[in-house]
Protein backbone atom coordinates (compact mmCIF):
# COMPACT_ATOMS: atom_id res chain seq x y z
CA UNK A 1 0.00 0.00 0.00
CA UNK A 2 1.47 3.58 -0.68
CA UNK A 3 1.01 5.28 2.44
CA UNK A 4 0.69 8.53 0.82
CA UNK A 5 -1.95 7.69 -1.35
CA UNK A 6 -3.84 6.21 1.01
CA UNK A 7 -3.31 8.87 3.39
CA UNK A 8 -4.75 11.66 1.10
CA UNK A 9 -7.92 9.22 0.55
CA UNK A 10 -8.47 9.35 4.28
CA UNK A 11 -8.19 13.40 4.38
CA UNK A 12 -10.96 13.07 1.52
CA UNK A 13 -13.18 10.88 3.37
CA UNK A 14 -13.10 12.98 6.36
CA UNK A 15 -13.40 15.99 4.68
CA UNK A 16 -16.82 15.02 3.40
CA UNK A 17 -17.90 13.44 6.97
CA UNK A 18 -16.96 16.81 8.30
CA UNK A 19 -20.21 19.37 8.94
CA UNK A 20 -23.04 18.34 7.21
CA UNK A 21 -23.08 15.73 4.74
CA UNK A 22 -25.09 15.86 1.50
CA UNK A 23 -26.40 13.71 -1.11
CA UNK A 24 -23.14 14.43 -3.39
CA UNK A 25 -20.92 14.37 -0.03
CA UNK A 26 -22.02 10.49 0.44
CA UNK A 27 -21.83 9.55 -3.80
CA UNK A 28 -18.28 10.78 -3.02
CA UNK A 29 -17.54 8.24 0.40
CA UNK A 30 -19.16 5.28 -1.59
CA UNK A 31 -17.12 5.81 -4.61
CA UNK A 32 -13.95 6.15 -2.66
CA UNK A 33 -14.50 3.12 -0.72
CA UNK A 34 -15.44 1.18 -3.45
CA UNK A 35 -12.45 1.99 -5.50
CA UNK A 36 -10.14 1.80 -2.67
CA UNK A 37 -7.71 -1.32 -2.47
CA UNK A 38 -7.95 -4.06 0.15
CA UNK A 39 -5.44 -2.40 2.56
CA UNK A 40 -6.65 0.97 1.61
CA UNK A 41 -9.79 -0.06 2.62
CA UNK A 42 -9.07 -1.42 5.91
CA UNK A 43 -6.60 1.68 6.97
CA UNK A 44 -9.34 4.12 5.56
CA UNK A 45 -12.08 2.00 7.87
CA UNK A 46 -9.46 1.28 10.92
CA UNK A 47 -8.87 5.44 10.87
CA UNK A 48 -12.66 7.05 11.19
CA UNK A 49 -15.36 7.03 13.27
CA UNK A 50 -17.56 3.80 11.99
CA UNK A 51 -20.62 5.16 14.09
CA UNK A 52 -20.38 8.69 12.35
CA UNK A 53 -19.96 6.78 9.05
CA UNK A 54 -23.06 4.48 9.00
CA UNK A 55 -25.08 7.73 10.26
CA UNK A 56 -23.59 9.96 7.77
CA UNK A 57 -25.40 7.95 4.96
CA UNK A 58 -28.93 8.12 4.74
CA UNK A 59 -32.28 6.37 2.90
CA UNK A 60 -34.33 8.61 1.37
CA UNK A 61 -38.15 8.66 0.38
CA UNK A 62 -37.80 9.87 -3.23
CA UNK A 63 -33.83 9.91 -4.08
CA UNK A 64 -30.36 7.25 -3.41
CA UNK A 65 -30.30 4.61 -0.71
CA UNK A 66 -26.89 5.75 0.53
CA UNK A 67 -26.96 3.86 3.98
CA UNK A 68 -28.09 0.92 2.19
CA UNK A 69 -25.53 0.83 -0.56
CA UNK A 70 -22.81 1.28 1.95
CA UNK A 71 -24.08 -1.71 4.11
CA UNK A 72 -24.09 -3.57 1.30
CA UNK A 73 -20.54 -2.85 0.16
CA UNK A 74 -18.96 -3.33 3.56
CA UNK A 75 -20.95 -6.20 4.72
CA UNK A 76 -21.14 -7.87 1.73
CA UNK A 77 -19.86 -7.76 -1.26
CA UNK A 78 -16.35 -6.63 0.26
CA UNK A 79 -16.50 -8.14 4.04
CA UNK A 80 -14.21 -10.75 3.11
CA UNK A 81 -11.27 -8.51 2.66
CA UNK A 82 -11.42 -6.62 6.01
CA UNK A 83 -9.50 -7.46 8.77
CA UNK A 84 -10.85 -9.68 11.80
CA UNK A 85 -10.82 -6.12 14.03
CA UNK A 86 -11.89 -3.77 11.41
CA UNK A 87 -14.89 -6.40 10.98
CA UNK A 88 -15.68 -6.47 14.83
CA UNK A 89 -15.06 -2.41 14.34
CA UNK A 90 -17.85 -2.30 12.00
CA UNK A 91 -19.79 -5.03 13.74
CA UNK A 92 -20.32 -2.68 17.34
CA UNK A 93 -20.58 0.14 15.23
CA UNK A 94 -23.82 -1.28 14.04
CA UNK A 95 -24.59 -2.49 17.31
CA UNK A 96 -24.58 0.79 19.16
CA UNK A 97 -27.74 2.67 18.93
CA UNK A 98 -30.78 1.19 17.89
CA UNK A 99 -30.21 -2.06 15.38
CA UNK A 100 -33.02 -1.72 12.76
CA UNK A 101 -33.49 -4.62 11.01
CA UNK A 102 -31.28 -4.04 8.27
CA UNK A 103 -28.46 -3.50 10.48
CA UNK A 104 -29.18 -7.32 12.28
CA UNK A 105 -28.66 -8.53 9.00
CA UNK A 106 -25.88 -7.22 7.90
CA UNK A 107 -24.40 -8.14 11.23
CA UNK A 108 -25.97 -11.59 10.39
CA UNK A 109 -23.64 -11.39 7.40
CA UNK A 110 -20.44 -10.44 8.82
CA UNK A 111 -20.69 -13.20 11.32
CA UNK A 112 -21.66 -16.27 8.36
CA UNK A 113 -19.20 -15.05 6.54
CA UNK A 114 -16.30 -16.19 8.66
CA UNK A 115 -15.68 -19.93 9.93
CA UNK A 116 -13.49 -22.15 12.33
CA UNK A 117 -11.06 -20.16 14.15
CA UNK A 118 -11.66 -17.03 12.20
CA UNK A 119 -14.88 -16.92 13.79
CA UNK A 120 -13.77 -17.99 17.17
CA UNK A 121 -11.24 -14.80 16.90
CA UNK A 122 -14.03 -12.65 15.34
CA UNK A 123 -16.36 -12.98 18.79
CA UNK A 124 -13.40 -12.90 21.15
CA UNK A 125 -12.20 -9.80 19.87
CA UNK A 126 -16.32 -8.18 20.42
CA UNK A 127 -15.47 -9.73 23.85
CA UNK A 128 -12.63 -7.17 23.64
CA UNK A 129 -13.69 -3.76 24.09
CA UNK A 130 -13.94 -3.52 27.96
CA UNK A 131 -17.44 -2.21 28.25
CA UNK A 132 -21.11 -3.31 28.05
CA UNK A 133 -21.19 -3.60 24.09
CA UNK A 134 -20.18 -7.24 23.64
CA UNK A 135 -21.00 -10.79 21.78
CA UNK A 136 -23.34 -11.29 24.36
CA UNK A 137 -25.63 -8.07 24.18
CA UNK A 138 -25.34 -7.92 20.54
CA UNK A 139 -27.22 -11.50 20.44
CA UNK A 140 -29.56 -12.01 23.13
CA UNK A 141 -30.22 -8.27 22.95
CA UNK A 142 -29.37 -5.87 20.04
CA UNK A 143 -30.70 -8.57 17.83
CA UNK A 144 -34.25 -8.73 18.23
CA UNK A 145 -35.18 -10.47 15.22
CA UNK A 146 -35.42 -14.28 16.58
CA UNK A 147 -34.99 -16.20 13.21
CA UNK A 148 -31.31 -14.17 12.60
CA UNK A 149 -30.45 -15.06 16.16
CA UNK A 150 -31.30 -18.64 15.58
CA UNK A 151 -29.12 -18.22 12.48
CA UNK A 152 -26.21 -17.08 14.19
CA UNK A 153 -26.16 -19.78 17.04
CA UNK A 154 -26.80 -22.62 14.67
CA UNK A 155 -23.57 -21.37 13.18
CA UNK A 156 -21.49 -21.26 16.29
CA UNK A 157 -22.57 -24.71 17.26
CA UNK A 158 -21.83 -25.79 13.48
CA UNK A 159 -18.23 -24.05 13.45
CA UNK A 160 -17.44 -25.41 17.37
CA UNK A 161 -18.21 -28.90 16.50
CA UNK A 162 -15.99 -28.74 13.41
CA UNK A 163 -13.28 -26.63 14.99
CA UNK A 164 -13.25 -27.24 19.04
CA UNK A 165 -11.25 -24.61 20.94
CA UNK A 166 -9.29 -27.00 23.69
CA UNK A 167 -9.02 -23.67 25.74
CA UNK A 168 -11.36 -22.77 29.02
CA UNK A 169 -13.38 -19.56 28.97
CA UNK A 170 -13.28 -18.65 32.93
CA UNK A 171 -16.27 -17.24 34.73
CA UNK A 172 -15.79 -15.78 37.90
CA UNK A 173 -18.19 -13.48 40.76
CA UNK A 174 -17.40 -10.64 42.30
CA UNK A 175 -18.22 -10.04 45.56
CA UNK A 176 -16.38 -12.31 48.18
CA UNK A 177 -15.06 -13.89 44.89
CA UNK A 178 -12.28 -11.47 43.78
CA UNK A 179 -12.26 -8.68 46.54
CA UNK A 180 -14.37 -8.59 50.26
CA UNK A 181 -17.43 -6.91 50.15
CA UNK A 182 -20.40 -8.76 51.39
CA UNK A 183 -20.29 -11.39 53.79
CA UNK A 184 -16.69 -12.33 54.45
CA UNK A 185 -15.41 -11.02 57.73
CA UNK A 186 -11.46 -12.12 57.80
CA UNK A 187 -10.26 -9.05 55.01
CA UNK A 188 -10.69 -5.71 55.38
CA UNK A 189 -13.47 -4.18 53.16
CA UNK A 190 -12.62 -4.05 49.17
CA UNK A 191 -9.20 -6.11 50.03
CA UNK A 192 -8.55 -7.87 46.61
CA UNK A 193 -7.93 -11.59 47.68
CA UNK A 194 -4.18 -12.78 47.98
CA UNK A 195 -3.77 -14.60 44.66
CA UNK A 196 -6.73 -14.40 43.15
CA UNK A 197 -5.14 -12.61 40.43
CA UNK A 198 -2.69 -15.08 39.42
CA UNK A 199 -5.14 -17.93 39.64
CA UNK A 200 -7.40 -16.06 36.95
CA UNK A 201 -4.41 -16.12 34.67
CA UNK A 202 -3.21 -19.55 35.19
CA UNK A 203 -6.63 -20.81 34.67
CA UNK A 204 -6.58 -18.48 31.37
CA UNK A 205 -3.57 -20.05 30.14
CA UNK A 206 -4.40 -23.46 30.85
CA UNK A 207 -2.44 -26.67 31.40
CA UNK A 208 -0.16 -27.22 28.66
CA UNK A 209 3.40 -26.06 27.81
CA UNK A 210 2.30 -23.51 25.55
CA UNK A 211 -0.36 -21.02 27.06
CA UNK A 212 -3.21 -20.80 25.79
CA UNK A 213 -4.79 -17.60 24.09
CA UNK A 214 -5.02 -14.74 27.09
CA UNK A 215 -8.60 -12.43 27.52
CA UNK A 216 -10.78 -15.55 28.39
CA UNK A 217 -12.03 -13.84 31.93
CA UNK A 218 -16.06 -13.71 32.34
CA UNK A 219 -17.51 -11.67 35.40
CA UNK A 220 -20.50 -13.25 35.87
CA UNK A 221 -22.56 -11.19 38.70
CA UNK A 222 -25.83 -10.56 40.11
CA UNK A 223 -25.35 -7.05 39.76
CA UNK A 224 -27.65 -5.21 37.79
CA UNK A 225 -27.42 -4.35 34.27
CA UNK A 226 -29.10 -0.61 33.24
CA UNK A 227 -30.53 0.08 30.20
CA UNK A 228 -27.30 2.48 29.37
CA UNK A 229 -24.76 0.14 30.46
CA UNK A 230 -23.68 2.76 32.97
CA UNK A 231 -23.16 0.21 36.54
CA UNK A 232 -21.34 -2.48 33.63
CA UNK A 233 -19.14 -0.11 32.88
CA UNK A 234 -18.46 0.95 36.39
CA UNK A 235 -17.67 -1.86 37.58
CA UNK A 236 -15.58 -3.18 34.74
CA UNK A 237 -13.44 0.39 34.95
CA UNK A 238 -13.51 -0.55 39.06
CA UNK A 239 -11.84 -4.13 38.58
CA UNK A 240 -9.44 -2.78 35.90
CA UNK A 241 -8.41 -0.31 38.84
CA UNK A 242 -7.75 -3.41 41.01
CA UNK A 243 -5.91 -4.95 38.44
CA UNK A 244 -7.75 -7.18 36.12
CA UNK A 245 -6.95 -7.40 32.40
CA UNK A 246 -9.68 -6.66 30.30
CA UNK A 247 -12.80 -8.64 30.70
CA UNK A 248 -16.37 -9.48 29.95
CA UNK A 249 -19.18 -9.03 32.31
CA UNK A 250 -22.66 -11.09 32.49
CA UNK A 251 -24.93 -8.85 34.70
CA UNK A 252 -27.84 -9.20 36.74
CA UNK A 253 -31.30 -7.46 36.64
CA UNK A 254 -33.32 -5.88 39.73
CA UNK A 255 -35.49 -8.31 39.63
CA UNK A 256 -32.76 -11.02 40.79
CA UNK A 257 -31.48 -9.00 43.24
CA UNK A 258 -32.87 -10.14 46.40
CA UNK A 259 -32.66 -13.89 47.24
CA UNK A 260 -30.24 -16.88 46.70
CA UNK A 261 -31.98 -18.76 44.25
CA UNK A 262 -32.96 -15.64 42.31
CA UNK A 263 -29.61 -14.68 41.79
CA UNK A 264 -28.46 -18.49 40.60
CA UNK A 265 -31.42 -18.07 38.63
CA UNK A 266 -29.78 -14.88 36.48
CA UNK A 267 -26.69 -16.02 36.63
CA UNK A 268 -27.42 -19.64 35.28
CA UNK A 269 -29.65 -17.88 32.55
CA UNK A 270 -26.77 -16.10 31.31
CA UNK A 271 -24.21 -18.63 31.47
CA UNK A 272 -26.38 -20.69 29.25
CA UNK A 273 -26.87 -17.70 26.57
CA UNK A 274 -23.14 -17.48 27.20
CA UNK A 275 -22.10 -21.20 26.60
CA UNK A 276 -23.98 -20.99 23.47
CA UNK A 277 -22.31 -18.07 22.05
CA UNK A 278 -18.88 -20.05 22.80
CA UNK A 279 -19.78 -23.53 22.34
CA UNK A 280 -16.15 -24.20 21.10
CA UNK A 281 -14.64 -23.43 24.51
CA UNK A 282 -15.00 -25.38 27.91
CA UNK A 283 -15.77 -23.52 30.85
CA UNK A 284 -14.30 -23.32 34.36
CA UNK A 285 -16.05 -21.32 37.25
CA UNK A 286 -14.72 -19.56 40.23
CA UNK A 287 -17.64 -18.24 43.12
CA UNK A 288 -17.96 -17.78 47.08
CA UNK A 289 -20.16 -19.36 49.24
CA UNK A 290 -22.29 -16.63 50.24
CA UNK A 291 -24.53 -15.69 47.69
CA UNK A 292 -26.21 -18.49 45.45
CA UNK A 293 -22.89 -19.72 43.81
CA UNK A 294 -22.79 -23.22 44.80
CA UNK A 295 -26.27 -23.66 43.34
CA UNK A 296 -25.35 -21.66 40.09
CA UNK A 297 -22.23 -24.07 40.15
CA UNK A 298 -23.68 -27.37 40.45
CA UNK A 299 -26.14 -26.32 37.89
CA UNK A 300 -23.74 -25.32 35.24
CA UNK A 301 -22.26 -28.53 35.85
CA UNK A 302 -25.53 -30.96 35.39
CA UNK A 303 -26.29 -29.20 32.60
CA UNK A 304 -23.05 -29.31 30.66
CA UNK A 305 -20.92 -31.74 32.61
CA UNK A 306 -18.86 -32.16 29.61
CA UNK A 307 -17.75 -28.45 28.98
CA UNK A 308 -18.35 -27.72 32.58
CA UNK A 309 -14.36 -28.57 33.91
CA UNK A 310 -14.78 -27.39 37.42
CA UNK A 311 -16.18 -25.11 39.72
CA UNK A 312 -14.33 -23.40 42.50
CA UNK A 313 -15.88 -22.06 45.73
CA UNK A 314 -14.28 -19.95 47.89
CA UNK A 315 -16.12 -20.45 51.50
CA UNK A 316 -16.94 -17.46 53.44
CA UNK A 317 -19.24 -19.18 55.58
CA UNK A 318 -17.29 -21.73 57.40
CA UNK A 319 -18.70 -24.77 55.77
CA UNK A 320 -18.01 -27.85 57.20
CA UNK A 321 -15.30 -30.75 55.91
CA UNK A 322 -18.26 -33.26 54.82
CA UNK A 323 -20.20 -31.12 53.59
CA UNK A 324 -17.19 -29.96 51.41
CA UNK A 325 -16.08 -33.75 50.81
CA UNK A 326 -19.80 -34.05 49.21
CA UNK A 327 -19.03 -31.10 46.97
CA UNK A 328 -15.23 -32.19 45.90
CA UNK A 329 -16.89 -35.55 44.76
CA UNK A 330 -19.24 -33.41 42.06
CA UNK A 331 -15.80 -31.46 40.43
CA UNK A 332 -17.18 -28.35 43.26
CA UNK A 333 -13.89 -27.14 45.39
CA UNK A 334 -14.46 -25.45 48.40
CA UNK A 335 -11.48 -23.39 49.60
CA UNK A 336 -10.13 -20.92 51.29
CA UNK A 337 -6.94 -19.64 50.22
CA UNK A 338 -6.18 -18.99 46.37
CA UNK A 339 -3.08 -21.35 46.83
CA UNK A 340 -5.37 -23.94 48.03
CA UNK A 341 -7.74 -23.33 44.97
CA UNK A 342 -4.46 -23.85 42.94
CA UNK A 343 -3.87 -27.38 44.27
CA UNK A 344 -7.48 -28.55 43.76
CA UNK A 345 -7.00 -27.01 40.12
CA UNK A 346 -3.80 -28.62 39.55
CA UNK A 347 -5.49 -31.72 40.34
CA UNK A 348 -8.52 -31.11 38.55
CA UNK A 349 -5.85 -30.78 34.98
CA UNK A 350 -7.08 -27.22 34.43
CA UNK A 351 -3.96 -25.21 35.44
CA UNK A 352 0.00 -26.57 35.74
CA UNK A 353 2.13 -27.38 38.22
CA UNK A 354 4.44 -24.14 37.47
CA UNK A 355 0.85 -22.09 37.67
CA UNK A 356 0.62 -23.35 41.00
CA UNK A 357 3.75 -22.33 42.19
CA UNK A 358 3.26 -18.65 40.77
CA UNK A 359 0.03 -18.58 42.53
CA UNK A 360 1.67 -19.41 45.60
CA UNK A 361 4.62 -16.60 45.13
CA UNK A 362 1.67 -14.03 44.28
CA UNK A 363 -0.60 -15.00 46.83
CA UNK A 364 2.12 -14.70 49.54
CA UNK A 365 3.35 -11.08 48.25
CA UNK A 366 -0.08 -10.07 48.75
CA UNK A 367 -0.71 -11.06 51.73
CA UNK A 368 2.08 -9.58 53.43
CA UNK A 369 0.92 -5.95 51.49
CA UNK A 370 -2.45 -6.27 53.08
CA UNK A 371 -3.06 -3.81 56.62
CA UNK A 372 -5.31 -5.82 58.61
CA UNK A 373 -7.18 -3.66 61.81
CA UNK A 374 -5.60 -6.29 64.41
CA UNK A 375 -2.52 -8.50 64.26
CA UNK A 376 -4.57 -11.96 65.15
CA UNK A 377 -6.24 -10.74 61.93
CA UNK A 378 -3.14 -11.22 60.14
CA UNK A 379 -1.75 -14.47 62.23
CA UNK A 380 -4.93 -16.31 61.01
CA UNK A 381 -4.59 -15.66 57.49
CA UNK A 382 -1.26 -15.80 57.75
CA UNK A 383 -1.53 -19.81 58.99
CA UNK A 384 -4.62 -20.02 56.73
CA UNK A 385 -1.72 -19.25 54.07
CA UNK A 386 0.56 -21.42 55.23
CA UNK A 387 -1.40 -24.64 55.23
CA UNK A 388 -2.28 -24.41 51.55
CA UNK A 389 1.30 -23.92 50.77
CA UNK A 390 2.46 -27.30 52.14
CA UNK A 391 -0.64 -28.69 50.52
CA UNK A 392 1.08 -27.25 47.61
CA UNK A 393 5.04 -27.62 47.89
CA UNK A 394 3.46 -31.12 48.44
CA UNK A 395 2.70 -31.67 44.75
CA UNK A 396 4.38 -33.52 42.72
CA UNK A 397 6.38 -31.83 39.84
CA UNK A 398 4.61 -33.33 36.57
CA UNK A 399 0.86 -34.96 36.38
CA UNK A 400 -0.78 -36.75 34.13
CA UNK A 401 -3.97 -34.47 32.87
CA UNK A 402 -7.13 -36.31 32.66
Known sequence: MDLSTATTKLQALRRDMTGHTDRDDERRILDLLEGATSEELNFLLSNVDLVRLLSDLDDRLVGPDHHTALLDLLCKRRAAELSLPVRASLATALQKG??????????????LGLKGRELTGFKNLLEAGGEYHDLHKLVFDDVDDVAVRAELLAHFQREAQAFPSGEN??????????????????????????????????????????????????????????????????????LSKRGVPLAVMLSGSFFYLLGNTRIAQKKFENFEQYARLFPEYGFVFVGDSGQGDVEFGARMRAALPQAVRAVFIHD???????????????????????????????????????????????????????????????????????????????????????
Request: net charge neutral.
Open 169 to 238: KVLSDIDDTFFANWVDPRYPKKTVYPGVLAFYQELDRGPGIIPGRAGDLVFVSARPQDPLGLIENATLDS
Open 98 to 111: ATRAQAERRLRDLF
Open 316 to 402: VVATPQPKRDEWRAKHVFFFDTYVGAAVDAFHAGVISRDGVDRIAAAATESLAAITFPAPAQRQAREAELARALALAQALPRAMKLP
